[in-house]
């Protein structure tokens, strides 16, 4: 948690109604911070409904493989998230650190061991004392509560300087019904899938299976086209509950079912609110950066080549200095590998053309190219001339405050 | 050129011999720079033999599109070289450009205009003036000289703040040859191919297909391991000319000659020397980092390994930082896409094992491994525990400095 707001926070937060059928309690359990909470139970008191997205790195956390072990079970009782240590690299004791702590929290809540979901983030490679989660679980189980969204948001926070929350709500069959989410992020922020942990909460009654289809069709254009630094996460998590609390809204048991369009466009929706939120809170960031991609080959081609400008420290750096350097958008689209012809490329800072059929815009003003690149939010778009392709994706600036959070993380 | 001298430079250049059959001058021709030289001029009075590799952007510069047209005709009269615009995105006045300057230095040193390569470096999207090269090749030719070697170094730098210098001998049947090269690069270093402008000349005589062999060889483990950014240029140009002037050695015209062995290494040596002296002028380095993957499915495994590592912000500004945070190399590996199994993998920062099977090592020292980070030189090595492949690359670190000069390159 860093002393200084980042820039970019949201001016307000949204009122979080309840969800009913979840409540929520925070600790601080000394994992590694000082005078604040660090431990998030979510409790489900009757069985939800679960989905989950994880990291797609090769040596993921053992909460990562603790979760993707219990998601087949498709039901949720409890979730444990705590900050401060990622619970990664940690070998057997990484194992033994999941079991003691889903061993807690089953007890707390009076459930099976392959109904508690855990996350953890922070530190990579430090053992995790989960001796720790066993003392407070039962007071936080007994104390939880519904109207607790932002305080829960708090408690999963490391580097990020401000908790992200957001809300929506759809329509099912004619029930009304809710969505909450948190998450938390600011570095290693990278797809795929491009976070962080999230965790999203909603009253509908939606089976598993189309629950879990619902999430992974919505992380693509979502979390995951947000990058902060290209560094892919041990840790990345996101989990979606339904409850089935929304009264008199009966189970979605088909993933084509056409009663889901409102909710899917809610949750998507939601899903980039938050995932938007921890590019904004990307560490070291000043500006926000929506790279947009036409005419490539393909949608995927186009992502690749977003992707590729977004993750370049030469654009990024060019970002933070203001500096309408578009020749370094040209470098990136180049070396994605992606098909693409310099006289045909067109590039925008905002509205203003700075380069097309392979020059430099006869009409370019420098002046307002930098008018533009002196904006908190800009937007960069790439038109490659060769097809129909196109993606957006999520960055932030690459920042000397970048260097130094982390060049110091652990002290 | 920047002000301050990398603190990684070379204590002393070599005595750079001079190489029969080449002569060069250098001008202050006013491209962008004041009161420096900005243009190389490297004549070989009798055709030399030429291989060339490039980058691999789909964006290449005109001069990168006018060398590749030249290069199946073998043989080199003329290498113009300028620093401040690299003639790229510069669509047809790029083009024209390229055919001006050709013309030029065709009618300077009488010599067919597919003799003639080209190189530029700097900013890309400017048009270039090569109207202002017409004037001072003829001046150039005529005073070009072959004991000039640290002059051409100077001349062709853009952001970096060192000559870059090699010389190396070999022996070809009994025939002593020397190879002298000079190197330009700081940033948008990365492969493939790693850089930059290079360009290396020997007296030895072997026939262009032998040459372009030897070269596309050689590059793989030098320039093509080296990364300062993981931003590809749209200008890397590294040429490759043989004078034939080494009294008494017959012309190599196969590849598999056994008599290339002596030549081959002292080429391969060369060419990493000169890659390592780019890497250790890296913008804003104040750490070199040998990044070794080792028991990886295949080297390729291991060399892409390798480069997740090296390219990671995250251990880039840990290196800054000089924290031994090992878990943002758990990271790395686990983003690769590479197979690994977090329960085998071992790292070492030095000689300090600081993980093994999956965890900290027992016997790991915080003392020890951040004396390893306090260094000015820091070997990284990860044993993947599945095969083996191996590999190695290197970088810098990613300091605050890096970001000043790229915030503000331009301006």
């Known amino acids: 948690m860093s002393a200084t707001v980042s820039p970019l926070a949201p001016k307000s937060y949204p009122d979080?109604?309840?969800?009913?059928?979840?409540?929520?309690a925070t600790a601080a359990a000394g994992i590694k911070y000082k005078n604040r909470t660090d431990v998030l139970l979510m409790v489900f008191d009757e069985p939800a409904s679960v989905a989950g997205v994880f990291t797609r790195s090769k040596c993921p956390s053992a909460p990562v493989d603790f979760c993707r072990a219990n998601l087949p079970h498709g039901k949720a009782r409890a979730v444990v998230v705590n900050s401060g240590n990622a619970n990664a690299f940690t070998g057997k004791k990484g194992r033994a650190a999941t079991e003691l702590t889903a061993d807690s929290a089953s007890k707390a809540v009076g459930c099976a061991t392959n109904e508690v979901y855990l996350a953890s983030t922070g530190v990579i490679g430090e053992p995790l004392d989960a001796t720790k989660f066993a003392g407070v679980l039962g007071d936080m189980h007994a104390s939880a509560t519904g109207d607790f969204w932002l305080e829960a948001a708090k408690a999963i926070m490391t580097t990020d300087t401000y908790p992200k929350v957001a809300t929506r709500t759809a329509e099912i069959g004619g029930v009304t019904v809710r969505l909450n989410g948190i998450a938390k992020g600011a570095g290693m922020i990278a797809p795929d899938m491009a976070t962080m942990l999230s965790f999203v909460v909603t009253d509908a009654a939606i089976a598993p299976a189309v629950l879990q289809s619902l999430l992974s069709e919505g992380v693509g254009?979502?979390?995951n086209s947000v990058t902060v630094d290209s560094d892919t996460s041990t840790s990345d998590t996101l989990l979606l509950f339904a409850t089935g609390k929304a009264a008199g809204q009966q189970e979605v048991s088909d993933a084509g079912d056409v009663r889901l369009a409102s909710f899917r466009?809610?949750?998507?929706?939601?899903?980039?609110?938050l995932a938007l939120q921890v590019v904004r809170d990307g560490e070291g960031a000043r500006k926000m950066v929506?790279?947009?991609?036409?005419g490539a080959e393909s949608d995927a081609a186009a992502k690749r080549i977003a992707l590729s400008i977004a993750n370049s420290p030469l654009v990024k750096t060019a970002v933070a200095g203001e500096d309408a350097n578009w020749g370094r958008v040209v470098m990136a689209v180049g070396k994605s590998g992606e098909m693409a012809d310099r006289d045909r490329l067109a590039i925008w800072f905002g509205d203003v053309r700075v380069a097309v059929h392979g020059e430099r815009d006869p009409d370019y003003s420098e002046a307002a190219a930098t008018a533009v690149m002196q904006q908190e939010d800009i937007a960069v778009r790439v038109d490659i001339g060769l097809g129909q392709g196109s993606a957006t994706v999520w960055t932030c600036d690459l920042t000397k405050e970048y260097v130094a959070i982390n060049g110091d993380y652990r002290s």
Chains 1, 2 share one sequence.
């Open 16 to 24: 979080m109604p309840v969800i009913d059928g979840v409540r929520m």
């Open 221 to 223: 254009p979502t979390f």
């Open 265 to 273: 466009a809610a949750l998507n929706d939601l899903l980039k609110d």
């Open 290 to 294: 929506a790279v947009t991609v036409t």
